[in-house]
C-alpha cells in the first residue's frame, strides 16, 4: 500500500514574503575591503525565537579581525549583534604564504530592527517599509605572493544568510534520515535549532555565480630590481657613515 510518513527536518526555505540578499564589495578595496550585504527588505523574524544570522567562509587571503568586533557601537554602525564564532587561520600578522589552513570561518549575528523602527521609516518623506537593509562586515587581505604583475584577483565566496529558530518541544531533529548536516555551522547552534535560509536574488551579480572578485594590489616583480639595489646601497652608505663616525 501507498504509504506517507512525515518526520522534522532541520532546515527549511523562508516562507512569503520573499526575502533575499545580494552580496558584493565595497570599491576601492584596497588591502582592507568591506563585504556588503542587502536585504531586499527590513526582516522581520518568521518566529519570536528566530535570530538572524549570517555564515562566512573565507579563503586563507582573507581574514578577519575578531578583536575589533568586541566594541558594541562599532557592531552597530554595521548592524550587526556579535560575532559569535571565528575559526581557522586567524593569525592577523601572517602573510598567505605561511598559512597553512584552507581559510578561516566566522559567524555573525545581524541586527533586526524593531517594528516601530520600520514605521518611522515608512513615515518619512521617502521613507519605505518594503526598503532594504544593509550588512557591512570589514575584512583584511593578507600579503599575497609577488608576481609578474601589480595586481592579482582573487574570488570571494558569497555568505549565507538564515534565520535560526528554536523547534518546537518534544521534536526529534537528530532522527530524521534525510537533513542535510554538516554544513559548517550546524554544530555552533543547540541539537533542537531548525534553520530558515534566505534565498540569494536570482540576478545575482550579472555573473550567474555566487563569487565576487577582489582586485590585490601585490609586489610587481617587473620592477623589484631598483628596489633590492637600493636597500643595499642605503645599508652600505649607512655602515660607512657609523664607521667614520666611530673613527
Known sequence: EPTRFQTPTRHYPLPPPPLTYIARISTPTGLHPTLLINLSRAPQ??????????????????????????????????????LRSLSGATDLEAPDWVIK????????????????????RAGTRD????????????????YLPASQSSHASVPVPWPVVFWACRSEEGTKLSTNP????????????????????????????????????????VLDLRKTAWVEAGTVGVVIATFLGLCFVLF
Request: hydrophobic share 40%.
Open 45 to 82: 523574524p518568521p518566529n519570536p525565537t528566530c535570530k538572524l544570522h549570517t555564515h562566512l567562509t573565507l579563503p586563507s587571503y582573507l581574514f578577519i579581525d575578531k578583536y575589533s568586533f568586541t566594541d558594541p557601537l562599532f557592531l552597530s554602525s554595521h548592524n550587526l549583534h556579535s
Open 178 to 217: 534525510f537533513d542535510r548536516i554538516h554544513l559548517g555551522y550546524e554544530g555552533l547552534f543547540g541539537p533542537k535549532t531548525r534553520f530558515m535560509h534566505v534565498a540569494p536574488s536570482a540576478s545575482g551579480n550579472g555573473t550567474g555565480r555566487l563569487i565576487e572578485w577582489i582586485d590585490v594590489p
Open 127 to 142: 521613507g519605505d517599509a518594503n526598503a532594504g537593509w544593509n550588512i557591512s562586515i570589514p575584512m583584511h587581505l593578507r
Open 101 to 120: 589552513q584552507w581559510g578561516s570561518a566566522a559567524l555573525f549575528e545581524i541586527v533586526v530592527p524593531l517594528p516601530s523602527q520600520i514605521s518611522d
